[in-house]
């Protein structure tokens, strides 16, 4: 499997997990909690199949590029969590340094 796609099921079930933890209310009910924790295990793993590739900075990077734009998204799409101007460009700029990573750089396997 490439190691492309590999970082993309880490970086899913990243964000899964993270979109269940304020259900979790503080890890005290039981199934959003579980979600959480095999989420976040299933996400390691993944990324850890990936270091094997990538550099782990630059795997990092996108990881926690694509991450926080996704995460942010579901904030406002599913949980009606708004945005002001300042956040978005801030996004846009997060992920205009992942796309910069990974066309320009010569540190990112292709």
Request: hydrophobic share 65%; net charge neutral; aromatic share 12%.
């Amino acid at each position: 499997m490439s190691h492309w796609v590999l970082l993309a099921i880490a970086i899913a079930a990243e964000v899964f997990g993270t979109s269940f933890l304020k259900a979790s209310d503080g890890f005290s009910r039981l199934w959003p909690s579980i979600a959480v924790v095999l989420s976040y295990m299933l996400a390691f793993y993944f990324l850890a199949l990936t270091l094997k590739v990538i550099p782990v900075g630059i795997a990092y990077a996108i990881w926690a590029g694509a991450g926080v734009a996704l995460i942010t998204l579901i904030g406002w799409a599913i949980l009606g969590q708004a945005l002001d101007g300042p956040a978005i460009v801030g996004i846009a700029m997060i992920v205009s340094g992942v796309v910069v990573l990974n066309v320009f750089s010569s540190s990112v396997p292709h």
